[in-house]
């Protein structure tokens, strides 16, 4: 696997990585971080002095009900911003379970549809990817915020599904079962 940045940048107050970086202190003071929510059952926090910790207790699995904590986490993201606060969410390799939960705080949070969430954060961190149950929540959720969805599940000849804008080999499927 190519090597990641180490922290992605979502908006002023909104920073997403992997585990490893969540415990380097110095990178945590340099972008001013002051909350950090781990999306992880197995990265431990740092427990670094002067930030505060939010636990997000969920596996990297598309059953895990990962839907209950988007609002708790979109709600201490903005929280977190009106104090003048930062806050870092990270799994344990930032691609998937960190992913969702930022994509979340842009739906709730910003306003932003599903598609324009996700197309936002992966300019940031081009390898994000929920995975297909997470997708699944994102769409309801979105539904439930606006009325409507922007994304939809593509069930692919592997017997597995993905999100219509996850690449160009997606893209190609779609085009072939429209026909």
């Known amino acids: ?71 708790p986490v979109a709600e201490r993201i903005a929280g977190e911003a009106r104090r003048g606060g930062r806050t870092l969410v990270h799994c ?30 992966r300019a940031r961190r081009p390898a994000v990817c929920p995975n297909s149950g997470f997708w699944r929540q994102l769409i309801r959720y979105e539904r439930e915020l606006f009325g409507r969805c922007s994304v939809r599940l593509v069930h692919l000849p592997a017997g597995c599904e993905a999100a219509d804008l996850c690449g160009r080999g997606v893209q190609q499927i779609i085009r072939l079962q429209e026909i």
């Open 1 to 71: 696997m190519a090597s990641l940045p180490s922290i992605a940048q979502i908006t002023p107050n909104l920073y997403l990585s992997n585990g490893r970086c969540a415990s380097n202190a110095s990178l945590l003071r340099a972008r001013g971080i002051t909350c950090v929510v781990n999306a992880s059952l197995e990265v431990a926090d740092a427990r670094l002095p002067g930030v505060r910790y939010v636990r997000v207790p969920v596996p990297d699995c598309p059953h895990a009900p990962i839907s209950r904590y988007f609002d």
């Open 92 to 121: 344990a390799a930032g691609v998937s379970r960190s992913a969702s939960l930022c994509i979340a705080y842009l739906m709730r949070g910003e306003g932003l549809v599903l598609r324009d969430a996700f197309r936002w954060v």
